[in-house]
């Protein structure tokens, strides 16, 4: 990518491939599909119905839309409204909402007139209740963007002048503690990671992405809003990831580079039409987000011909290592790849020194694709610095003589399930309101699927007892994010401790190994 180019924000990219290949597809989805002319105009007409809505110039609106192109559309509106988009997960729970709303001091939020079950209005006005600064909802019918996608006027929205280095995006992240933080992303950091991806998988204009991983998140985030932008290439969307007919697409639309957490490709290895499948063009598949299990990641480059590649990173850090195409299956399947050099990624032992010659520690890195960090946050900010200025991942790696990274353990204490970190303090807050719940202490518990699930182990009250379901009831009463929910529960009568006193999770990761093989220890699971 040419310097004047890293320069030029997604907004005039997607003007210029208006401009230059107006009927070439931006998006496709089962049911309807939008060109890059349509993607233009449909932003366009909702940049300008959020400024004539009262929105200026360096406003937060919060988007909470289902996976999708209106989703795409409602980012690049608020790009060209000159505001800064707070990226809400489409599967949060109205508390979530509310707070990451009071974090950000989000001035509207754009969402559907009906999501998840829910009359918004009256959550809307819930909300401001409570929050002066939030005064401007933007209520969308399901069929909004669709209507749109061919609307006939060419008008560009007032503040579309924007600059890479400009906070665009706010988006949340479970993190390893508490309710979501905040992540704050300028274009520029994007374009960087952009053409580490090129170049790991030689993309290009004549590519068709299939995106799964889902926005606003990161990775779901360059996989299909940002690096087929800057290529002018097409994206195939699902609203809703359904397995069996993202194999279908694969086929019919010709994707040649997939994007999808462990657990998404594992769950089209395990379809009944995996082998009427066409995997004629697909090339490559970028992967990640949790542990990457090595016999379906073989299974799947045997059975597809398609290469698994995939970045070690965060949403906050970006990348620090990737494979590529022209790595050995050895060391693509093995490994989160080599360093980048661009990263200068560092070891730190347990007591925060610098102990990379050793090959062994928790890594941090400091370069081009970092965030900015958490917003409003500087305790969590102050986590996630090293002394030396370096952004820290929360794993223990070792990296061998060639610069190969491999993970070999974790110092959060969070679920990667699917792709999604799930704070364990966030369940324990949760679980522990119930009126029969004393103690509790959530750990990740192993799943062929989803990599891991939430398993609790609970101490009630005298005389009281809980089973999921009644927590699973009791969460959607309370409006609690469904990701929080346990699947797996053991009531005990204490729970082992540590030499400080403290629970000791290590031995109740161990148990929660040694219950999932033998099921009738545990409490059935809640289908997620």
Known sequence: MSEQCRNVPLSELVRQHAIKQPQKLAFIEPEWQMNWWEYDQSSNHLANRLISSGFCPGDCIAIYLPDGIGLHVALMSAEKAGLVALGIGAKAGLREVEHLLGVTKAKGLICLAHYRGKDMAVAFDGFSASMPFLNIPVLLETNYFYEKKGCSTDSRSAFSERNTQDVFLLNSTSGTTGMPKCVVHDQERWYAFHEEAVKAAQLSKNDVFFGAAPPPFGFGLWTSHITPTILGAPTVKLPSF????????????????????????????????????????????????????????????????????????????????KTCLTDTREKRLSTAGRLLDSMQVRLYDADGNDCTDSGFGRPGAKGPLLSRGYFGNDEANRALYAPDGFMLMDD???????????????????????????????????????????????????????????????????????????????????QVSRELTPEYLQIRHDLPRSSGGKIDKSALRHEAQKFVRNPEWLSPGIDM
């Open 396 to 478: 223990l790696v070792r990296i061998d003589e060639e610069g190969y990274l491999q993970v070999v353990g974790r110092t959060g204490d969070f679920v990667i399930r699917g792709g999604k970190n799930i704070s364990c303090a966030a369940v324990e807050e949760a679980v522990q309101v119930h009126s029969s719940v004393a103690l509790v202490a959530a750990v990740s518990a192993p799943d062929e699927v989803f990599g891991e699930k939430v398993m609790i182990f609970v101490v009630c009250h005298q005389g009281c007892t809980i089973s999921l379901e009644e927590l699973a009831a009791d969460f959607a009463r309370r």
């Open 242 to 321: 359904d397995a069996e007919l993202a194999l279908e697409l694969i086929g019919s639309r010709g994707v040649t580079v997939l994007a999808a957490v462990s657990t998404q490709f594992v769950m089209m290895l395990n379809c009944a039409g995996l082998h009427q499948a066409n995997f004629t063009t697909l090339r490559a598949m970028f992967t990640g987000g949790e542990r990457v299990p090595h016999r379906r990641a073989v299974d799947f480059e045997v059975h597809t011909g398609a290469a698994l590649l995939q970045f070690y990173g965060s949403n906050e850090t970006g990348a620090l290592s």
